[in-house]
């Protein structure tokens, strides 16, 4: 999937690195809690006919300038664009929201600090304005796929039906999906230039990736890409105890890997709230 190599050398550096961007040139704020989904067993969201961006924000508790304005930027923009993808990507070994997957995902975009605002598999640092534009044209263009999602609550966890209608077939490569399940409303330590004392203990951490069904970087769902196609796959959860899962919700990212099993762009993602 990737070169381990590249890996290793990017892990020795990561720690270094991400405390060399925490320079604030943002507008301080705070995280807000958001209202959990509904209690019924089933849960669905259908085709949409647009693009909706899948974006990103690589974090660490210990980022001052990640609770002071990383995340208030990062959440205040999906509160207001409800119809992007958003992922908190918890990378460090010593956060108590760490996911390997979320380490996996830092690596590949090439950490050099946080916060690091992404979009499809491009990385804008603390660069946010520049970052919601790369959304915006993201969203302009046409889709070659539009993706809808079911979910139903069972006994172990939750099972998430994942459909994908094929608009166009000029995609050069084949498809792949991933599956996400995320987190709101996390209570967790995060320290935060603004706040006195700077460690705030019962800091909101919003959109946490709690792990996939298929992969950071998904499973291959076609042989072929034919337009006029459906394809339909259905995924189990069993989230950790460690998770509400009255606050989860699930997220899938239709993308495209190289030959060497990298991941290029995104085609198109979609969320799947209770």
């Known amino acids: ?19 060399e961007k925490d320079d604030d040139n943002g507008d301080p704020g705070v995280t807000n809690p958001i209202q959990p989904g509904s ?36 959440d205040g923009y999906l509160r207001s664009n409800q119809d992007v993808t958003g992922v908190s990507f918890n990378y460090s070994e010593r956060d108590p929201l760490y996911h390997a997957e979320s380490y996996e995902f830092a690596s590949f975009m090439n950490l050099r600090g946080t916060p690091s605002f992404t979009e499809e598999f491009g990385n804008f640092t603390n660069n946010p304005s520049r970052w919601q534009s790369e959304i915006s044209d993201f969203e302009s263009t046409n ?72 992969g950071l970087f998904g499973e291959s769902i076609a042989n072929s890409w034919v337009t006029g196609d459906t394809i339909s796959k259905t995924y189990n959860f069993n989230p950790s105890t460690s998770v509400d899962t009255t606050n989860v919700y699930f997220v899938a990212v239709l993308m495209e890997l190289d030959a060497s099993g990298n991941p290029i762009s995104v085609i198109n993602s979609q969320q799947l709230l209770r």
């Not at 590249?6 to 405390?19: K, P, Q, R």
């Not at 069972?154 to 209608?165: L, M, R, T």
């Open 143 to 214: 889709a070659n796929a539009f993706v809808a999602m079911n979910g139903t609550v069972v006994s172990n966890g939750f099972d998430i039906e994942v459909k994908v209608a094929v608009t166009d077939d000029v995609t050069q490569h084949v498809p792949h999906l991933a599956v996400y399940m995320l987190e709101n409303n996390i209570i967790s330590p995060q320290s935060d230039y603004g706040a006195s004392p700077s460690t705030v203990q019962d800091y909101i951490h919003n959109h946490v990736y709690r792990g996939s069904a298929t």
């Open 1 to 19: 999937m990737k070169n381990w190599m590249i890996l290793i050398t990017i892990a020795s550096s990561m720690a270094f690195m991400a405390c």
């Open 39 to 74: 209690s019924s067993k089933t849960f669905s969201q259908d085709f949409q006919n647009k693009k909706e961006a899948f974006v990103g924000i690589i974090t660490r508790n210990t980022c001052g300038i990640c609770g002071q304005s990383g995340h208030p930027t990062f």
